[in-house]
């Protein structure tokens, strides 16, 4: 699985990316989290608010930080 | 009705229990705050020296502005739930210079960002089409018309001058947008703008959030929001007191009054460069202008701190040419500058 955290490393991008490294360490899976701060790249997911959650190439939330349950929750279903 | 079907009301109802609750929690300590504390300091100990004085309006404040600031930042973040940059560029792509400025600053009032998504903002709307123009409308109102502001200053100068700030800034976020549109300026955009492509990426599925989930969106908002700015508001609010306990009654009326022309363009240069929001700005100049301090000079002056800020320029950088960065802001400079004069011939 393949997860990215898109933002220009504003400190709200910074509490995603360790909710996401904390939500695949406790789930157990094989997961990259990559943080993308390329505003080109960023703007290529069509993102226009940061942070954003992307895994597999699909923005899951964006202009907010979810809680712990939220992000696990998104990363377990597509773990299936 | 089945059980079924009354648990199921009973479970979406209950939200709004709670939010009632903390409704009414809210408005008993909004009127606790104030008898309290004049009961303590004018009834019980006869305190009303400089020191009294100033202890009485830091705590007083202190605790009418974070309450204020509570309210305000949920309520909004609730409305909010249900704007969309998304939907705001759709609706602003069909737009045409003049009216579609005017649109740009309204939906930029309703939809604040956090300067961190100015630049994803910025490409993801020049990119889909919408003019350089009407994006600086929104670039601007954006954080300079905004509820806290709006209600903070209703707070300390009463609902004029609430309303007033809300048109000029409107005003500015047209007028600076639209200037910036007919300079044709398109050419100091960095040219990667224009040659992002979105990749197709899919978004996941978008449901409509329940109220339960908007309240929840609110109570987060509250959290990280009141969380982050109130060090910034408690110290204002202390400077303030300051100010009110011992500086003398016309000290700004001597120095910085109606009278003096330059008061106001040295209260925006004083204001580009430092970056704080609204809450931490209003409580300093409300001292400032019980100690005399004109009010569009103070008006001025909050503006050029909310809307124009280094950090937010730094950023914007990366998209816009040294030429176009500093047009923008000399523009939307000149804008605030020009409401200082004109508040202070009104008021």
Known sequence: MEIKVLGGGCANCRALQAMA????????????????TDYA???????????????????????????????????QGIAG | MSVAERAA??????PWGWVALAAAAWGGLFVGNELAWDRLFFGALHWEGRLGSAMHFFLYDTGKILLLLTAVVFAAAVLRSFVSPERTRAILGGWRQGLGNLAA????????????????????????GVPLGITFSFLIASPMVNEVAVVLLWGAFGWRVAVAYLGFGLAIAVAAGWVVGRLGLERWVEPFVYEVTVS???????????????????RAEVRTIVGRVWPFLVAAIAVGAVIHGWVPEDFFVRYAGPGNPFAV??????????????????????ALAAKGLALGTVLAFTMAVVALSLPEMILLRRVLRPRLLGTFVAVAALGILGVGYLFNAIF
């Open chain 2, 200 to 218: 197709g990426a899919a978004m996941a599925e978008g449901r409509r959030p329940s109220w339960g989930e908007r309240f929840g969106i609110g």
């Open chain 2, 105 to 128: 600053a309204g939906l930029g009032a309703a939809t604040p960002f956090c300067s961190c998504s100015a630049v994803p903002l910025f490409i993801g709307f020049v990119s889909a």
């Open chain 1, 41 to 75: 790249a960023i703007a290529s997911y069509g993102v226009m608010r940061t942070p954003a959650l992307v895994v597999d190439g699909t923005v899951f939330l964006s202009g907010r930080v979810p809680d712990r349950d939220e992000v696990r929750r998104i990363i």
């Open chain 2, 265 to 286: 363009p040295v209260a925006v240069l004083l204001g580009i460069p430092l970056y704080s929001n609204a809450a931490g700005v209003i409580p300093l100049i409300e």
């Open chain 1, 21 to 36: 490294e904390e939500a695949v360490a406790s789930l157990g899976i094989e997961a990259t989290v990559e943080e993308v």
């Open chain 2, 9 to 14: 009301t009973r479970t979406a109802l209950r």
